[in-house]
C-alpha cells in the first residue's frame, strides 16, 4: 500500500507523464502501419471506439481498471462497486483526490487507445473487404489483432508483459522496479527484434523497431525539456 499510494501521487496532477503517453503510440507502428495510425487519427474513424473496444477486447477491459504501468489503478472491490463506502471520511476524501488527480494521465492514455483500436479495424478492413464493418464476427477479429499489438507494444497490468522481477512480491523489488514497466517493455521489444533479426524479415523488423525506439526516445526527450 505504502509503494501504492506513492506511486499514485507521483502521477497525480503530472502534466509530464500525461503528456508522454502519446510516445506509446509512436511503439504501435512496430506492429501496425504507420498510414493506419495516421488515419486512426481522424475523428470519422475513431468516434464510437471505446465502446466497441471495451465489448471486443479484454485487455482493454484491464487496462480501463486504471491498471496502467504503475500499480496504483482501482482494487476488483473498487472496480466492481465504485460507489460502496471506503470505510471513514479520510479515506473517502483520499479517495476522491486518487480519483480527480489522475484524470488527465487516465484520459490520455484512453484516447490513445481508442486510436490504435481504430488503427487495428482500419488495417483488418483493408485485409478483410467484404466483411461487416459492424458484425460481432469482425469487431471480435480486430480485437484478437488489438490484444496481440497492445501485449507486444504496450504496458498494462499482466503477467504478459511484466519482468519476473516485477512480477515479485518482495517490497524491495517492487520498490526497485517501479516506474519501470515502459523501459522493461522497450528493451524486450529491441530484444525480441534483435534475437530473430535471421528470421525471414528479421531484417527489417529489427530496423523498424531501432527507428521508432529512436523516435519515441526523442518525443519523450521533448516532452520533458
Not at 106 to 124: F, L, N, P, V
Request: glycine share 6%; aromatic share 10%; charged share 20%.
Amino acid at each position: 500500500k505504502l509503494l501504492t499510494g506513492f506511486k499514485r501521487n507521483a502521477v497525480a496532477g503530472s502534466l509530464s507523464v500525461a503528456m508522454q503517453q502519446p510516445m506509446s503510440y509512436v511503439r504501435a507502428a512496430m506492429m501496425i502501419h504507420p498510414k493506419h495510425l495516421a488515419q486512426a487519427m481522424l475523428p470519422q474513424y475513431w468516434k464510437g471506439s471505446y465502446q466497441e473496444m471495451m465489448a471486443h477486447s479484454g485487455v482493454a477491459v484491464i487496462k480501463n481498471m486504471g491498471r496502467f504501468d504503475m500499480g496504483y489503478g482501482a482494487s476488483a472491490k473498487e472496480y466492481l462497486m465504485p460507489d460502496a463506502p471506503k470505510g471513514n471520511l479520510a479515506k473517502e476524501v483520499y479517495g476522491k483526490f486518487a480519483e480527480y488527480s489522475t484524470i488527465l494521465p487516465e484520459k490520455m492514455d484512453q484516447m490513445i487507445w481508442t486510436r490504435m483500436w481504430s488503427a487495428c479495424k482500419i488495417e483488418q478492413h483493408e485485409q478483410h473487404p467484404d466483411m461487416d464493418i459492424t458484425s460481432d464476427e469482425f469487431l471480435d477479429l480486430v480485437g484478437e489483432r488489438f490484444n496481440e499489438v497492445m501485449r507486444r507494444t504496450q504496458v498494462y497490468d499482466s503477467v504478459l508483459v511484466k519482468s519476473a522481477k516485477m512480477r515479485s512480491s518482495s517490497f524491495n523489488d517492487k520498490a526497485l522496479t517501479s516506474f519501470m514497466a515502459e523501459p522493461t517493455l522497450t528493451a524486450n521489444v529491441l530484444y525480441d527484434a534483435y534475437a530473430n533479426r535471421k528470421e525471414a524479415g528479421g531484417k527489417a523488423m529489427l530496423a523498424k523497431a531501432a527507428v521508432t525506439f529512436l523516435i519515441g526516445a526523442a518525443g519523450q526527450a521533448a516532452v520533458k525539456a
